[in-house]
T-cell receptor, first 114, second 117 residues
Framework: DADVTQTPRNRITKTGKRIMLECSQT?????MYWYRQDPGLGLRLIYY???????NKGEISDGYSVSRQAQAKFSLSLESAIPNQTALYFC?????????????FGEGSRLTVL | AQSVTQLGSHVSVSEGALVLLRCNYS??????LFWYVQYPNQGLQLLLK??????LVKGINGFEAEFKKSETSFHLTKPSAHMSDAAEYFC???????????????FGKGTHLIIQP
């Protein structure tokens, strides 16, 4: 089983709908991240969390929200999806303070907003 | 703030030829540098990383990279390309989190490696 699991893997939705992408991990890592990947733009950081009480905005947080339900679970929500949020979304984990910074990625959630 | 520039969005090499993917970085702190690979329909997998110590680092699948501070570079190489190396490659630098800066990694825009038979 994958250490970092994302659901759903693929989702097609319509403009204005609320969408939640879920991430769970079995690595026991404290830090979790949501990135967005667009062709030609690489990965950009949306939100990150150091623990259940510590949520931080990343580079492109507008239009997104997150919830850290437990150490192992970190969800990304789009309250009202729009077409330019069509992208591949990745959840990642990191061991924590003092670590090298290496991120461990899930397999991605491909979201299409029509 | 950290940034990463990958020269060439697409690189094409013949099978058996040298692979060279270029990465330059900007960092306000001593950099920790990474190369990740993404195969189609998969997540990102770590190829190698530089933190401290030896500037030539070896990774999986025969790849290696050399940290050159004077050139602010961390280019990825492989002596002989294989068809299975076809993928997207990302260079990344650790963010220097310090009382307000973002955590995580800053990624380059990626280089798509094409292997010609």
């Amino acid at each position: 089983d994958a250490d970092v699991t994302q659901t759903p893997r693929n989702r097609i939705t319509k403009t204005g709908k609320r969408i939640m992408l879920e991430c769970s991990q079995t690595k026991g890592h404290d830090r979790m991240y949501w990135y967005r990947q667009d062709p030609g733009l690489g990965l950009r950081l949306i939100y990150y969390s150091f623990d259940v009480k510590d949520i931080n905005k990343g580079e492109i947080s507008d239009g997104y929200s997150v919830s850290r339900q437990a150490q192992a679970k970190f969800s990304l929500s789009l309250e009202s999806a729009i077409p330019n949020q069509t992208a591949l979304y990745f959840c990642a984990t990191q061991l924590g303070q003092g670590a090298t910074g290496e991120l461990f990625f899930g397999e991605g959630s491909r979201l299409t907003v029509l | 703030a950290q940034s990463v520039t990958q020269l060439g969005s697409h690189v094409s090499v013949s099978e058996g030829a040298l692979v060279l993917l270029r990465c330059n970085y900007s960092s306000s702190v001593p950099p920790y540098l990474f190369w990740y690979v993404q195969y189609p329909n998969q997540g990102l997998q770590l190829l190698l990383k530089y933190t401290t110590g030896a500037t030539l680092v070896k990774g999986i699948n025969g790849f290696e990279a050399e940290f050159k501070k004077s050139e602010t570079s961390f280019h990825l190489t492989k002596p002989s390309a294989h068809m299975s190396d076809a993928a997207e490659y990302f260079c990344a630098v650790k963010n220097g989190y310090s009382g307000g800066g973002a955590d995580g990694l800053t990624f380059g825009k990626g280089t798509h490696l094409i292997i010609q038979p």
